[in-house]
């Protein structure tokens, strides 16, 4: 926000560009022989994508992280990592956790919800602080002289309001910052059901991509192709955006995150595509740059430029090695084409419950990649007041190298 035939550790040959596509719902464009449903008959997602977590298994192995750090007690706040935990998916709870016991405290408005979504911790309603109740429940516990907080997550004037929760002699010392989070390295390995909910949601991402191919003309909006977009996804199961839609076209393609405006599609140029759906709560992310009109030589070079980036980052993926690395397979097609200059953000990031998650593909990044983990590949070239070019993929590292979740076409699309 960063092609069928790649296999782990192997890129394939660019697909031919898709040219004079028709904007009629029968002459969409195809992929790997799918027929695809006329615009109006979208075949929803269904509900068998869900699948049932053992939050008991998942806190178990938080609780030998942190013992093994010396800590008797934990609280969490961040909501991501409270619905990777216990599966609770409101707005305001807090999870208090020793070696021994699990407590989840939310409000009245959750009552219902919070005994239906979550087993693996006993769910107490307060009407106070969540994360105060937390506090002093941890504090109250036999044998827990502290307890860890993840300071990432936590205001200054939130820590203050959790210590005066707590009795005065323990103000000083009960609560303790931990250096890095316990929960992020386990939220960052995906196991199978999560791989198999990105991978639908990143698929209905190119689903949405081939129906926006037909709807896409001079003339419209931004708006109006963000809008459609957004009502096409919600027909084929979103939750939800997993981030506001952009929708960048002619020289506001240059704009890394150009917002969708009322600024009207030109009749030749560059129009860029970011956008992602939430399914079961884990998040997909995809762009794509397609050219209205017919492009002149420097508009192909630069596409053919960020492409080859593209495709050398997603060639770079494999467990062990590093984020770094990975960005500089990308930035070193672009530095050898002259464009280097015009990359002005990281490479990728990690995805899931969130868009934006550790790691960072970034340059210098020392963090090695890990069998698991979702990353995007989004080089991008931004040459302000002319045009910009991304493509960004959804790739996850596999035993021996990265496989590609978002297979839509990345050649040069003119329309």
Known sequence: MDNPGETDGTKAASQPP?????????????RDGEVSSPRGSVKPVDDCYAFKVDHFRRIGALRRRFARAGL?????????????????????????????????????????????EVQAARVEIVSGSAAGSAVQWLAAQPGVALAGFDPAWTTVAELARWKEALPTRLRRAFLIALPAS?????????????????????????????????????????????AELEHQARLMGAESMS???IVA????????????????????????????????????????????GKPKVEERNVYKAVLEAQEAGVAAVRPGVRCGEVDEAARAVLRREGLAEAFSH????????????????????TTSLTAGTVITIEPGVYLPGRFGVRIEDMV???ATGGRVLTPAPKALIEL
């Open 243 to 245: 981030f506001e839609t």
């Open 72 to 116: 008797p007690g934990l609280v969490v706040t961040h909501l991501p990592d409270l619905r990777y935990l216990s599966g609770f998916t409101g707005s305001s709870a807090a999870l208090a956790l020793t070696r021994r016991a699990a407590r989840l405290f939310t409000d009245g408005r959750y009552t219902s919800q919070a005994a239906e």
């Open 346 to 365: 990281s490479t990728g990031h990690g995805v899931g419950l969130e868009i934006h998650e550790p790691p960072r593909v970034g340059a210098g990044q």
């Open 396 to 398: 996850v590292v596999t």
């Open 249 to 292: 076209s002619g020289v506001r393609s240059a704009l890394p995150h150009g917002k969708a405006t009322s600024a009207v599609l030109p009749r030749r140029g560059f129009l860029t595509l970011d956008f992602g759906i939430i399914l079961g709560g884990y998040c997909s992310d995809m762009t794509r740059t397609v050219f209205l």
């Open 18 to 30: 898709l040219r004079g596509v028709s904007k009629s719902a029968s002459q969409r464009v195809k």
């Open 182 to 226: 316990l929960v992020e390295p386990l939220r960052r390995v995906k196991d199978e059901d999560e791989l198999a909910l990105m991978t639908a949601a990143a698929l209905t991402g190119c689903k949405l991509f081939e129906h926006i191919l037909s709807f896409i003309r001079p003339g419209l909006r931004e708006i109006e192709v963000a």
